[in-house]
């Protein structure tokens, strides 16, 4: 079992760390993490093992075959970390903006997963350029994505059509249609939207 690193400290995270290493590349339930921190604050010890010491903890939002309370340490190799520096108030700013919509393939929040029967869509925030090419966490170089187009799964994406060509699939559509997209468009953006022209 691989040292535990003096920054790390000797306190909870240190015994949460303990247990990770003697568990490398298998399932750790929140149960045993709980008990080997000896604190309630062991969810916050785990996001400090992952955030800013770089170990590679999985739960249930990075891999699917995990269920909630469940972690896997990949590996024992520490990866570089960055900072992340998304506030909740921005990560709301920009889901509202695109419309709790993936901004590369199109689903919604709540949709049914292509990928996975059974499961629905969930979003993250995704940089448009990427942190590691000088992109920052501010909204404007943010955006939603579902976890399948974020973790690759989707290699494709259609590009997104213009003004124009949205407005003539609009107008083909059927009134019953139209008017389900305006009620759509209504619930999605009556609180951003700009005060009409006159």
Known sequence: MSNIPDEVGKGSRARVLRVLL?????????????KAAGSSEWARRLRELRDEFGYSV?????????KPGQYLLETDV???VLPRNI???TRAFVLERNGYTCQMCGLAAGDP????PG???????GHIIDKSKGGSDGPENLRAACTNCNEGLQNIAPPKP?????????????????LHLLDWLEKKYGKVRPEKRK
Not at 113 to 116: A, G, I, T
Not at 162 to 178: G, S
């Open 58 to 66: 999985l739960s249930h939002k990075d891999r699917r075959e995990l």
């Open 22 to 34: 003697a568990n490398v590349g298998r399932i750790v339930s929140s149960d045993q993490i709980r």
């Open 113 to 116: 997963d292509p990928f996975h």
């Open 87 to 89: 506030s909740k108030e």
């Open 119 to 125: 499961q629905k869509v969930r979003l993250t925030m």
């Open 162 to 178: 213009d003004r124009i060509e949205l407005l003539k699939q609009v107008r083909r559509a059927t009134i019953e249609d139209q």
């Open 78 to 80: 520490r990866i570089p």
